[in-house]
């Protein structure tokens, strides 16, 4: 059952993107299976794990969250790029900034991400979640999906 981590800070140009493509890279060069999902609407992961036209693709993180809060199937594998060597990604295009929206007035907004995840993760050693330089609705539900919440300070050390 895999072991899920999000990599947030309200701060951009920090690092998280980089982090999470090293984490992922690092962890499937282990041998481990990985999958990263890119819930920063900037789609800076995607682009970085080799998608050239994220828009023109027809499935992504957005696609599945959205068929998660409809209630409908999602097939397995569905909608995530192989990447290879252990590395597997669920891209992001601009239509996750469309979904913030639409996540908003629902009940249940913070559980979705962890609901997708829950199917998932059975598949992978790994999940790793980038997410957006904002405390919003898809970093809460990374935050909401994650094992456990740790805290690096800069310079100081780890809390
Ligand atoms: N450890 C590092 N050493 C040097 N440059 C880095 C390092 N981590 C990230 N960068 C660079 O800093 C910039 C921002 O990193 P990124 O991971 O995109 O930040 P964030 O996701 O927090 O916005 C990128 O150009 C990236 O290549
Ligand atoms: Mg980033």
Redesign the pocket.
């Known amino acids: 059952m895999g072991k899920i981590f999000a990599i947030s ?1 309200m701060k ?8 999470a493509v090293s984490l992922g890279a690092g962890l499937a060069r282990q041998g481990k299976s990985v999958l990263c999902i890119d819930a920063d609407a900037q789609r ?1 992961l995607t682009l970085s794990l080799g998608v050239t036209l994220p828009e023109k693709l027809p499935v992504t993180l957005a696609t599945l969250l959205t068929r998660v809060v409809n209630e409908q199937d999602i097939s397995p594998g569905e909608g995530i790029i192989r990447h290879g060597d252990g590395l597997d990604l669920l891209p992001a295009n601009n239509t996750l900034a469309g979904l913030e929206v639409a996540l908003a007035g629902l009940i249940g907004r913070e559980g979705v991400l962890r609901r997708y995840v829950d199917g998932v993760r059975p598949l992978y050693d790994y999940v790793v979640v980038d997410c957006a ?1 904002s405390l919003n609705l898809l970093t809460i539900n990374a935050l909401a999906a994650c094992d456990g919440a740790g805290k690096r300070l800069s310079g100081h050390g780890r809390g």
């Open positions: 800070n951009g140009g920090v690092g998280k993107t980089m982090t800076s330089p």
